[in-house]
T-cell receptor, first 114, second 109 residues
Framework: NAGVTQTPKFQVLKTGQSMTLQCAQDMNHNSMYWYRQDPGMGLRLIYY???????DKGEVPNGYNVSRLNKREFSLRLESAAPSQTSVYFC?????????????FGPGTRLLVL | AQRVTQPEKLLSVFKGAPVELKCNYS??????LFWYVQYSRQRLQLLLR??SRESIKGFTADLNKGETSFHLKKPFAQEEDSAMYYC???????????FGTGTQLKVEL
């Protein structure tokens, strides 16, 4: 199993450009998440999807949109990139066993917005 | 809103010394608490969760409801423990986790 995969690994954008970060998991998990990681800020939840066909806002959703394409894939779109969106983006999926969830993370995408 | 506090951005200890990474949470109910770890050039991964009462790689963490703390401890630090550690809280059985800002542990020889 590949677990959680993300593409691309690294991207440079100019202000105003758009792009989509891709995420896929092969663990048959219902829930998927997008986080951003910034120095001194930890991991902050952007959007999550509790199941196929549903999405909800997290702590920092402004400037982002998401699509839960199917159970495997959860993409994050930046319609008009801003320098404040320079960050490392992590996708995760989770399973719940015995009422306790475990999140599995992808390798991350480093995004630089100039 | 839930809040997870990790007061130390960086913790530097010598090999063989005890380690304590602090974490305080805000949820007043029965929280689910976790420690995640990110080693250099590796993805973030679960280290341990309070409900399992487990010891992983020599690390333990005890939930103290009175102090709303979930500190991570290890009696003798090893060089391979150097990593970024995140405390996280899940509340009410939901799917979301709230992460702290992380503590970078550096174990020096």
């Amino acid at each position: 199993n590949a677990g959680v995969t993300q593409t691309p690994k690294f991207q440079v954008l100019k202000t105003g450009q758009s792009m989509t970060l891709q995420c896929a998991q092969d663990m048959n998990h219902n829930s998927m998440y997008w986080y951003r990681q910034d120095p001194g800020m930890g991991l902050r939840l952007i959007y999550y999807s509790a199941s196929e066909g549903t999405t909800d806002k997290g702590e920092v959703p402004n400037g982002y949109n998401v699509s839960r394409l199917n159970k495997r894939e959860f993409s994050l779109r930046l319609e008009s990139a801003a320098p404040s969106q320079t960050s490392v983006y992590f996708c995760a999926s989770s399973e719940t066993t015995g009422g306790v969830q475990t999140q599995y993370f992808g390798p991350g995408t480093r995004l630089l917005v100039l | 809103a839930q809040r997870v506090t990790q007061p130390e951005k960086l913790l530097s200890v010598f090999k063989g010394a005890p380690v304590e990474l602090k974490c305080n949470y805000s949820y007043s109910g029965s929280p689910e608490l976790f420690w995640y770890v990110q080693y250099s050039r590796q993805r973030l991964q679960l280290l341990l969760r309070h409900i399992s009462r487990e010891s992983i790689k020599g690390f333990t963490a005890d939930l103290n409801k009175g102090e709303t703390s979930f500190h991570l401890k290890k009696p003798f630090a090893q060089e391979e423990d150097s990593a970024m550690y995140y405390c996280a809280e899940g509340a009410g059985g939901g799917n979301k986790l709230t992460f702290g800002t992380g503590t970078q542990l550096k174990v020096e020889l």
